[in-house]
Nanobody
Framework: VQLQASGGGSVQAGGSLRLSCVFS??????????MGWFRQAPGKGRDFVAA???????YYEDSVRGRFTISRDIAKNTGYLQMDNLRPEDTALYFC????????????????WGQGTLVTVSS
């Protein structure tokens, strides 16, 4: 499984960005798997942001619920993270992740990781 993330950038507080993650590989299919996003702020560990399970169930970290929306386009093998009303504390390197099923919010719950895409939010 390979994951290619894109869409990061620099925005002012209150702005929006949409991250994309293209899935490829044969270990399992995108349609029958979970994908999600973690982020890592400077000097900190990797924190759960959001995930979507194989059956469409969605999970969000409390601080992003209502501002971020996770979705996927199965026909395009692509997942998305729409980020609205961004705050300076959302500044981080964002990683897309995938595994057969959603098993929790610990980084160890996802086996496959893409490279990060940097999001910078200025006040």
């Amino acid at each position: 499984v390979q994951l290619q993330a894109s869409g990061g950038g620099s925005v002012q507080a209150g702005g929006s960005l949409r991250l994309s993650c293209v899935f490829s590989g044969r270990t399992f299919t995108f349609a029958d798997s979970a994908m999600g996003w973690f982020r890592q702020a400077p000097g900190k560990g990797r924190d759960f942001v959001a995930a979507i399970n194989w059956n469409g169930g969605k999970y969000y970290e409390d601080s992003v619920r209502g501002r971020f929306t996770i979705s996927r386009d199965i026909a395009k093998n692509t997942g998305y993270l729409q980020m609205d009303n961004l705050r300076p504390e959302d500044t981080a390197l964002y990683f897309c992740v995938s595994d057969v099923r959603y098993k929790g919010r610990n980084p160890g719950s996802f086996e496959y990781w893409g490279q990060g895409t940097l999001v910078t939010v200025s006040s």
